[in-house]
């Protein structure tokens, strides 16, 4: 089955500066990776996805970009808030299966 | 933040006992799941279901069981074999099994003791 291995644990950044969390997959039949963001004691909540067909999809201040050779995929975040600051979640599957997620990401974002 | 519930928030329960989580969805999914989440090891999949009357387990099935006898209804039930139950459990579904975003639910804290 999929694993999902996810890098790294916890991200302490400046407000205003990047932020970039990876993430690899096991199983090459995967074509969905989405990431989520959960704040302290909310749901996860989906910020971005991206399919295999697709190299890179930006939106706003978020960038996802996808090595599907590598079996890798990446979470930008540009120009960071303290807002920013909570749990983010990498996920993968193919269709028919339920999304396998790594262990997350806690960023601090500091002011 | 409608769309999926799930019931109670907090539950509370004495070790040995059976314990049933309700998770409820309107949004007209076919698949719904449920995840684990205990600090630093992320959500892991416990149960998920693609129709009803259809399911299969997930990576830390033991222990756990569930039913999917109505499309808007997934409940599970923490047995008195999980050996470890106390633990946050999210509940999500999604339009098709896979592929397509899944939505979570408020979650319900378990607490054995």
């Known amino acids: 089955g999929e694993n999902v291995e996810q890098h790294p644990s916890t991200l302490s950044v400046q407000e205003g500066d990047s932020a970039v969390i990876k993430c690899t997959y096991s199983?090459?039949?995967?074509?969905?990776f989405p990431w989520y963001k959960q704040e302290l004691g909310k749901r996860p909540q989906l910020i971005i996805d991206i399919r295999s067909n697709v190299g890179e999809k930006k939106d706003q201040r978020i960038a996802v970009t996808l090595n599907k050779t590598a079996k890798h995929f990446s979470l930008h975040i540009t120009e960071t808030q303290p807002e920013d600051s909570a749990v983010y979640f990498c996920?993968?599957?193919?269709?028919?299966?339920?999304?396998?997620f790594g262990k997350g990401t806690t960023l601090s974002v500091s002011s | 933040d409608g769309g999926i519930t799930q019931s109670p928030k907090y539950l509370f329960r004495k070790e040995g006992q059976n314990v049933t989580l309700s998770c409820e969805q309107n949004?007209?999914?076919?698949?719904m799941y449920w995840y684990r989440q205990d600090p630093g090891q992320g959500l892991r999949l416990i149960y998920y279901?693609?129709?009803?009357?259809?399911?299969q387990k997930g990576d830390i099935a033991e222990g756990y069981s569930v039913s999917r006898e109505k499309k808007e209804s997934f409940p599970l039930t923490v047995t008195s074999a999980q050996k470890n139950p106390t633990a946050f459990y999210l509940c999500a579904s999604s339009t098709r099994g896979g592929s397509y975003e899944q939505y979570f639910g408020p979650g319900t804290r378990l607490t054995v003791t």
């Open positions: 199983d090459s039949a995967s074509n969905y």
């Open positions: 949004l007209n999914h076919d698949a």
């Open positions: 279901s693609q129709i009803v009357n259809d399911f």
């Open positions: 996920a993968a599957n193919q269709a028919g299966t339920a999304l396998i």
